[in-house]
C-alpha cells in the first residue's frame, strides 16, 4: 500500500515472515531444561517429554515480548511525530503579524492538507 510522507508517495511493503525471537525463544527453553538437568544431576533423557515444551513454552513467551515491544515503539514514534507537529503549528499560530511571508512554504507543508490545494 501507499503512505504519503512529506508530500511524497511511498510504497510500503508488508513484512509477513516470522521474526527470529521464536527461534531465539525456543534455544533458550532447551538451554534452561538441559541446565535444570545439570543442576539435578540427571541424564537428558530424565522426564524427556519437557524438551519439546519448554522450547514451545519459551518461544511463544519471547515471541509475545517481541511483539509487545515493536507496538510500544511504534506507539512512541506515533507519539514523538504528534509532539513535533505541535510544535511547529504552536510555532506557526505564534508568528506575528507582517512575517507570515517568511514562513509560508512550513505553513502550506504543516497546516494546510494538500488534498484541498
Known amino acids: 500500500y501507499q503512505r504519503r510522507v512529506h508530500g511524497e508517495s511511498v510504497k510500503l511493503r508488508k513484512n509477513y515472515t516470522m521474526s527470529s525471537s521464536f527461534v531465539w525463544g525456543c534455544f533458550l ?16 533423557t530424565w522426564k524427556a517429554w519437557t524438551i519439546p515444551g519448554n522450547m514451545l513454552m519459551f518461544g511463544t513467551a519471547s515471541s509475545f515480548i517481541d ?7 511504534e506507539d512512541a514514534c506515533r507519539s514523538e511525530e504528534r509532539a ?31 488534498q484541498r490545494i
Do not use: C, M, T
Not at 527453553?29 to 537428558?44: N, Q
Not at 511483539?67 to 515503539?73: E, V
Not at 508568528?95 to 492538507?113: F, I, R, T
Open 29 to 44: 527453553g532447551l538451554f534452561i531444561r538441559v541446565g535444570a538437568a545439570k543442576a539435578a544431576r540427571r541424564s537428558l
Open 84 to 114: 513535533e507537529l505541535r510544535l511547529i503549528r504552536n510555532f506557526l499560530d505564534s508568528v506575528p503579524a507582517g512575517e507570515e511571508e517568511q514562513y509560508k512554504d512550513l505553513y502550506l507543508e504543516h497546516a494546510v492538507n494538500p
Open 67 to 73: 511483539w509487545l515491544r515493536r507496538i510500544h515503539l
